[in-house]
């Protein structure tokens, strides 16, 4: 007897009711969020660096699913190597022999990373972050890891022990006894180091939440430092790696920083199928896999899958002949530089930092009365409100998306696709400079930001 099962069928009879499902059966404050800020859109198509509505409007994506779309939606190299790697009906995942593609995509992957020696395949970024705390346990028989304030490696237990917002690691204690110190504080480092019980310092050379780059020469006298004392070096590369910040890894912006472990995912993927990549020294691996018997020591049922890494080496393949990387430092130089020089036009626009294409826009507490009084209301109800009363007339009003880049925070972060161009960075700096130009003149948004003070209330 045959199954049958139409997919396009079932989204044609139930995709209308894609908010009701989620709010019956997943997580419910989901809908409920994006329901009050405007965000509930129905998008029907993807493409590049835009989606599509059912009435074919048009929408920038400067998101990237949250860096995940590094190549945009659907690119037709590794959509093809997709269906290809379908339709060989690979013997996948047998456990009990070494298929090709897994060793294929770490030679091509380590050819960008040449002080690094072997790669562990993993599911997600959090995943690349557990596997790197274990091996980093395991290869200098230490327990303690530190890592920055305000770091984000992920939410599973062991990722979560390392995460520097308090916000997340509510009511999930208690987690592991590890230690945050602030970015780019080396004797705060150094006294922790001291204690002679860290296996590891773990660090986004670019933090995703609020975009603080670690400053000039931290990686590479934190890595000297940890070495004296027997500890790794661990590269949280989640968001930043393969070409993000216009070089291949963040971390590749200092001289002499070669980190032990760096931890990669998100655009890895292409955007279809979950992949992470852990990277490491050859010592490192061979400590965590140190006989036959401890083999399996550390395995992931679903790593290594023909899918996943066919979609890498398309990845990459992509990056290589279309020159991403180059195009992201361009392009994020060009967008970063126009936007920087809107700073001295609005007084509510602080700062706008990052690398490649990873920006954050700052705003902050204008001068002039009238604003300074509309500013102090929204801070008194909830810090981070302007910032999203600027996420959401992009949206609305110039169908550009973007979100905050963390919680109680008046940043805003660029992330788009790397393939993005002049066109791009056009429109959005129009949208941008629209939406500030209605606030510094009292527009509409402001009545917005009476909803979303009511709400911040409400939520109390």
């Not at 995942?93 to 060793?103: M, V």
Request: aromatic content about 8%; proline content about 4%; charged content about 25%.
């Amino acid at each position: 007897m045959t199954t049958e099962f139409d997919l396009g069928a079932l989204l044609a009879e139930r995709g209308a009711e894609r908010y009701e499902l989620h709010a019956r059966h997943l997580n419910h404050q989901l809908p409920r969020m994006l329901h009050t800020i405007g965000f509930d859109k129905v998008y029907e198509r993807g493409e590049g660096a835009y989606f599509w509505d059912a009435d074919g409007n048009d929408y920038l994506d400067m998101l990237a699913g949250f860096g995940v779309m590094g190549l945009g939606r659907h690119h037709p190299v590794v959509r093809k190597a997709l269906h290809d790697v379908l339709d060989a009906q690979l013997p996948d995942l047998t456990r009990f022999d070494c298929a090709p593609l897994p060793g294929l995509l770490a030679e091509r992957l380590l050819t960008h990373s040449p002080h690094l020696d072997r790669v562990f395949f993993g599911n997600s970024g959090t995943e690349a972050v557990e596997t790197a705390l274990k091996f980093a346990r395991r290869a200098t028989g230490k327990p303690r890891v530190l890592y920055c304030e305000h770091s984000f490696h992920g939410l599973t237990t062991g990722s979560l022990s390392v995460l520097g917002e308090q916000g997340f690691r509510d009511g999930f204690g208690p987690l592991l006894p590890d230690t945050a110190v602030p970015l780019g504080d080396l004797d705060a480092l150094e006294r922790e180091l001291k204690k002679g019980d860290v296996a590891a310092l773990i660090v986004e050379p670019i933090q995703g939440k609020g975009v603080h780059e670690a400053p000039p020469g931290y990686l590479r006298s934190a890595q000297e430092l940890l070495h004296r004392h027997k500890a790794l070096l661990i590269a949280d590369e989640v968001q930043t790696g393969l070409g993000r910040t216009g070089d291949f890894y963040a971390y590749q912006h200092e001289d002499g920083v070669e980190p032990d472990l760096v931890c990669v995912a998100k655009a890895l993927s292409g955007g279809y199928v979950p992949v992470s990549a852990t990277l490491g020294k050859d010592w490192i691996f061979k400590k965590v896999y140190s006989s036959m018997d401890r083999v399996l020591v550390h395995s992931a049922s679903f790593g290594s899958n023909a899918q996943a890494m066919a979609a890498g080496l398309a990845v990459l393949s992509v990056m290589e002949n279309e020159q991403i990387v180059a195009n992201a430092r361009a392009t994020g130089e060009m967008l970063k530089s126009r936007l920087t020089a809107l700073i001295d036009r609005y007084e509510l626009l602080a700062d706008v930092r990052g690398r490649g294409l990873m920006i954050g826009i700052e705003f902050g507490r204008p001068k002039s009365l009238k604003l300074r009084s509309r500013w102090i209301m929204l801070q008194a109800a909830r810090k981070g409100l302007f910032a999203q009363m600027v996420v959401v007339p992009l949206l609305q009003r110039h169908r550009i998306l973007t979100q905050v880049s963390g919680d109680h925070l008046e940043v805003i972060k660029l992330i788009p696709p790397l393939i993005i161009g002049e066109r791009e960075v056009d429109r959005f700096v129009d949208a941008f400079t629209a939406v500030m130009d209605d606030a510094h003149n009292g527009g509409l948004m402001w009545d917005f930001g009476k909803t979303l003070v009511k709400q911040a209330v409400a939520d109390r």
